[in-house]
């Protein structure tokens, strides 16, 4: 059987390139949602995958990443505009000319006024509303739509993060006038001019969408529909591909479930991997004490031994990789040398878990006891978890769990109901600039919930994300991970996630990439059966 694996792996990765293959029209895809709900379904405010996996085929983006190509996250193409524009104003200005030929589902014609309402509501959220990529477009002063077919940026200063910030998934543009009646609009309902138009939603169970006839991208979608299946439980995802009642999950399935598949179906089950733009993350809330205190925070971390306890876990869970706040491989992350000056990835776990209980003796904190606030989702959730409180009793802590469904879990993190989380900080692209504002204040990115002010590494943070020279902003990149990671502690990188997609062989037009975001409007896939 793992003779076979092999093989199937090293042709499954080919497989997406053969470009040469004539796409099949109609059918219908049955594809598994590995959450209970969508907490909602407005991409402005959410940043699940639960959201996007749910309703990106209903909509448009202004541009994206290739999805011809989609592990190419540095090469940027229109999907409204009809040309990538060259800055002017020294970098500082992006004019973009908006096709003529977009329709919303309703029949509406779509304009560069609804572009530019969208990204306001994105970039400029109104007080009360929640923006949950606000903190990327630090850069942009302002967004006007001139006439109906341009729409401008404007920078405040110039910058590589503005583009992929522009391509991020889930940037969904809305219509202008539902906007101007009602914000919040989105979040219970669906109006887009993506290739597929809104059948149905079934609260926890299904979402339906149809092929719409209008779809602009002339020739797509392929498919003439589909179903999106909520179930939180992997044994229920993985039976669905296995009798065929589903056809894939676009997130991931761990190692374990993907040799399952693959023994009892053999080339009937395709598999694509790729490492992943997400992490474990643990988030101290810094308002409950002792957690105020970085000496508390800090034992967190240096109790957690990443490098022996890696290769276990990545056995049965989707993680891999040791990594910083910089995705691992990526021109800003840390080298392993780098790492291992920083707390939490020292060598000698030994000499870092003495150091644990040091700081725990000297801040009071002894055999403290709290809570984990964890998300009702498998893989990697609650076995990162288990890992976790594990690790954590080594140095005397006793840790218990509180695992919520996926709406209330991100609520619990808005209100601050929670002593210590484990997260997963994932994006869009992959982009080092806009990717660590996770950890910045929520003054500054709205997605951070540690309740905590650092005025010296916002500070930080705007000086690299002005840097021009590669060198310096790298240097500039290993300060600001020391203070996070290290001196502060903010927020602790646990493990960097691995993606592992099984799916059944007639699925075709899918393609791979380092982010389980990007690529999901489903205008690409067909079905060969």
Same mark, same amino acid.
């Given at each position: 059987?793992?003779?076979?694996?092999?093989?199937?792996?090293?042709?499954?990765?080919?497989?997406?390139?053969?470009?040469?293959?004539?796409?099949?029209?109609?059918?219908?895809?049955?594809?598994?949602?590995?959450?209970?709900?969508?907490?909602?379904?407005?991409?402005?405010?959410?940043?699940?995958?639960?959201?996007?996996?749910?309703?990106?085929?209903?909509?448009?983006?202004?541009?994206?990443?290739?999805?011809?190509?989609?592990?190419?996250?540095?090469?940027?193409?229109?999907?409204?505009?009809?040309?990538?524009?060259?800055?002017?104003?020294?970098?500082?200005?992006?004019?973009?000319?908006?096709?003529?030929?977009?329709?919303?589902?309703?029949?509406?014609?779509?304009?560069?006024?609804?572009?530019?309402?969208?990204?306001?509501?994105?970039?400029?959220?109104?007080?009360?509303?929640?923006?949950?990529?606000?903190?990327?477009?630090?850069?942009?002063?302002?967004?006007?739509?001139?006439?109906?077919?341009?729409?401008?940026?404007?920078?405040?200063?110039?910058?590589?993060?503005?583009?992929?910030?522009?391509?991020?998934?889930?940037?969904?543009?809305?219509?202008?006038?539902?906007?101007?009646?009602?914000?919040?609009?989105?979040?219970?309902?669906?109006?887009?001019?993506?290739?597929?138009?809104?059948?149905?939603?079934?609260?926890?169970?299904?979402?339906?969408?149809?092929?719409?006839?209008?779809?602009?991208?002339?020739? #797509?979608?392929? *498919?003439?529909?589909?179903? @999106?299946?909520?179930? $939180?439980?992997?044994?229920? +995802?993985? %039976? /669905?591909? &296995?009798?065929?009642?589903?056809?894939?999950?676009?997130?991931?399935?761990?190692?374990?479930?993907?040799?399952?598949?693959?023994?009892?179906?053999?080339?009937?089950?395709?598999?694509?991997?790729?490492?992943?733009?997400?992490?474990?993350?643990?988030?101290?809330?810094?308002?409950?004490?002792?957690?105020?205190?970085?000496?508390?925070?800090?034992?967190?971390?240096?109790?957690?031994?990443?490098?022996?306890?890696?290769?276990?876990?990545?056995?049965?869970?989707?993680?891999?990789?040791?990594?910083?706040?910089?995705?691992?491989?990526?021109?800003?992350?840390?080298? #392993?040398?780098? *790492?291992?000056?920083?707390? @939490?990835?020292?060598? $000698?776990?030994?000499?870092? +878990?003495? %150091? /644990?209980? &040091?700081?725990?003796?000297?801040?009071?904190?002894?055999?403290?006891?709290?809570?984990?606030?964890?998300?009702?989702?498998?893989?990697?959730?609650?076995?990162?978890?288990?890992?976790?409180?594990?690790?954590?009793?080594?140095?005397?802590?006793?840790?218990?769990?509180?695992?919520?469904?996926?709406?209330?879990?991100?609520?619990?993190?808005?209100?601050?109901?929670?002593?210590?989380?484990?997260?997963?900080?994932?994006?869009?692209?992959?982009?080092?600039?806009?990717?660590?504002?996770?950890?910045?204040?929520?003054?500054?990115?709205?997605?951070?919930?540690?309740?905590?002010?650092?005025?010296?590494?916002?500070?930080?943070?705007?000086?690299?994300?002005?840097?021009?020279?590669?060198?310096?902003? &790298?240097?500039?990149?290993?300060?600001?991970?020391?203070?996070?990671?290290?001196?502060?502690?903010?927020?602790?990188?646990?493990?960097?996630?691995?993606?592992?997609?099984?799916?059944?062989?007639?699925?075709?037009?899918?393609?791979?990439?380092?982010?389980?975001?990007?690529?999901?409007?489903?205008?690409?896939?067909?079905?060969?059966?």
């Amino acid at each position: 059987m793992l003779r076979a694996l092999r093989v199937l792996l090293g042709t499954a990765a080919l497989a997406p390139a053969l470009a040469d293959e004539e796409p099949k029209y109609g059918d219908s895809l049955t594809y598994m949602i590995p959450a209970d709900a969508p907490p909602s379904f407005d991409g402005h405010r959410e940043s699940t995958y639960a959201t996007v996996h749910s309703v990106a085929p209903f909509y448009s983006v202004l541009i994206r990443v290739d999805p011809e190509n989609p592990a190419d996250i540095t090469h940027f193409v229109c999907d409204l505009c009809t040309e990538m524009p060259q800055p002017a104003d020294d970098g500082r200005t992006y004019a973009f000319k908006i096709r003529r030929d977009v329709k919303f589902h309703d029949g509406s014609p779509l304009t560069a006024a609804d572009i530019a309402a969208s990204y306001n509501k994105i970039i400029f959220p109104a007080n009360g509303e929640l923006s949950a990529r606000s903190s990327n477009y630090l850069m942009v002063d302002k967004v006007e739509a001139p006439d109906p077919e341009t729409v401008v940026f404007h920078l405040k200063f110039a910058t590589s993060a503005f583009l992929p910030a522009l391509a991020d998934p889930f940037n969904f543009i809305y219509k202008k006038d539902i906007l101007d009646r009602d914000p919040r609009w989105y979040e219970k309902n669906i109006v887009g001019s993506g290739p597929f138009k809104f059948v149905d939603h079934q609260v926890g169970q299904s979402i339906k969408g149809e092929k719409f006839r209008d779809y602009y991208h002339k020739g #797509r979608p392929y *498919l003439d529909g589909f179903t @999106g299946i909520y179930a $939180d439980k992997q044994a229920v +995802r993985v %039976e /669905a591909i &296995r009798s065929d009642r589903a056809s894939i999950e676009f997130r991931s399935l761990p190692p374990a479930a993907r040799d399952e598949l693959v023994k009892a179906l053999g080339d009937k089950i395709t598999v694509q991997e790729s490492d992943w733009n997400v992490a474990s993350g643990v988030t101290p809330n810094h308002k409950r004490k002792p957690f105020d205190d970085p000496r508390v925070r800090r034992a967190l971390t240096l109790a957690i031994d990443r490098w022996h306890g890696a290769p276990g876990l990545s056995k049965v869970a989707i993680v891999k990789t040791v990594g910083g706040i910089v995705y691992p491989g990526s021109p800003l992350a840390a080298n #392993r040398q780098e *790492l291992e000056q920083i707390a @939490g990835f020292w060598p $000698d776990i030994e000499k870092s +878990r003495a %150091e /644990a209980r &040091r700081l725990l003796k000297e801040a009071g904190a002894e055999g403290l006891s709290f809570e984990l606030l964890n998300r009702n989702v498998d893989q990697p959730f609650k076995y990162v978890a288990t890992w976790l409180i594990d690790e954590w009793s080594k140095v005397g802590l006793h840790v218990k769990q509180r695992v919520l469904p996926t709406g209330p879990w991100f609520e619990a993190m808005r209100n601050g109901d929670f002593d210590v989380v484990l997260e997963a900080p994932g994006h869009g692209m992959v982009n080092p600039l806009l990717d660590v504002q996770k950890a910045l204040p929520a003054s500054v990115d709205s997605e951070n919930y540690g309740n905590y002010d650092d005025a010296q590494e916002v500070e930080l943070y705007d000086k690299m994300l002005r840097e021009t020279d590669p060198a310096q902003q &790298r240097a500039l990149m290993r300060q600001f991970e020391k203070l996070v990671l290290d001196d502060q502690a903010h927020m602790i990188w646990v493990l960097w996630w691995h993606r592992i997609v099984p799916y059944r062989s007639y699925v075709k037009g899918f393609k791979i990439a380092p982010t389980h975001f990007i690529n999901q409007d489903l205008a690409t896939i067909w079905l060969d059966r």
